[in-house]
């Protein structure tokens, strides 16, 4: 999948998630935020200006949340990002509002409605992690210009071919048919177990 096929899923398939901010003497703080709507870069959402919330993100700039679809741990599919935000105001609350109508439920009235203000995260970073699929599949993805990088584990020139880290991974994601062997990172758990149990040091985390 695109960078916009993700944060597609995040708005409509999803649209409830855990948004985590830092307050003022940098301990985490967390609320229940919908994502209202995407385009191929970013993510829009609104808040009411009198909220702790409002002022964590004004201070900070910045937030990181989780959303997660499925009836249990193991048909679930969860995405994470984190990223940059900013306000832009209060001019693109009734297009929000026409797109997710239970918000008249919560804000009746036009003189109501004037207590929000919406943010985009318009540059950031994130992750796949689907746990339904066998096995399972995780993917990186970045938007509004950052840059990509590779992350987990990774096996060195130094592998032997013992086979170590094959015994003990727990999605089979360990390729044999080469030395170095390699690691599947569209399936790797990032459990370290491979890093572990290698007698040579060959397994590196990135």
């Known amino acids: 999948m695109e960078t916009k096929d993700y944060l597609n899923y995040v708005v409509h398939e999803i ?35 009198g909220k702790g919330f409002y002022d964590r993100l004004i201070k900070r700039g910045f937030l990181a949340f989780t959303a997660m679809k499925g009836e249990d741990t193991m048909s679930s599919v969860a995405v994470s990002i984190r990223g940059k935000v900013r306000e832009l105001g209060y001019d ?15 804000y009746p009235t036009e003189e109501s409605m004037k207590a929000l203000t919406v943010f985009q995260i318009f540059e950031g970073s994130g992750e796949w992690f689907d746990l339904s699929r066998k096995p399972i599949e995780r993917a990186s993805f970045t938007f509004g210009g950052v840059e990509r990088k590779t992350k987990g584990y990774f096996i060195t020139d130094r592998c ?47």
């Open 160 to 206: 032997i071919g013992c086979g170590s880290c094959v015994a003990v991974c727990p999605q089979d994601c360990i390729r044999q048919d080469r030395i170095p062997f390699l690691i599947g990172r569209e399936h790797c758990l990032h459990c370290g177990n491979c890093m572990t149990a290698c007698p040579v040091g060959a397994v590196e985390k990135q």
């Open 92 to 106: 693109r609350i009734p297009k929000l509002f026409e797109k997710n109508p239970y918000m008249h439920q919560i």
């Open 15 to 49: 649209h409830r998630t855990i948004v985590a901010t830092v307050d003022d003497e940098g301990l985490p703080v967390t609320a229940a935020i919908d994502m209202m709507d995407r385009d191929d870069n970013s993510l829009y959402f609104l808040t009411a200006k």
